[in-house]
């Protein structure tokens, strides 16, 4: 049984690990015709994640960047 992804680091190991698994130098061409087409789209979704993580480690170190832009009084 699998645990449950709980946190975009997870998701990421979890994506990483499928990736590899997912390498067609390691597959014949039926086992790639099968499943290898995926790859690419694991990648897509993969940077997509890093992206994300990058975003929000960014916001967590300039937690009041924004502030000078939103209205006094105003909360996000």
Known sequence: M?????N???LIER???LHTDLDP??????QYEHVGWAR?????LLD???EEAE????SEKHP???ARVLPRGARA
């Open 15 to 17: 994506l990483e690990e």
């Open 48 to 50: 997509q994640c890093r």
């Open 55 to 58: 975003s929000i480690r960014w």
């Open 40 to 44: 690419r789209s694991v990648e897509t």
């Open 25 to 30: 130098r390691h597959m014949n061409v039926r």
């Open 2 to 6: 699998t645990t449950r992804i709980k």
């Open 64 to 66: 009041h960047a924004f």
């Open 8 to 10: 975009l680091t997870q």
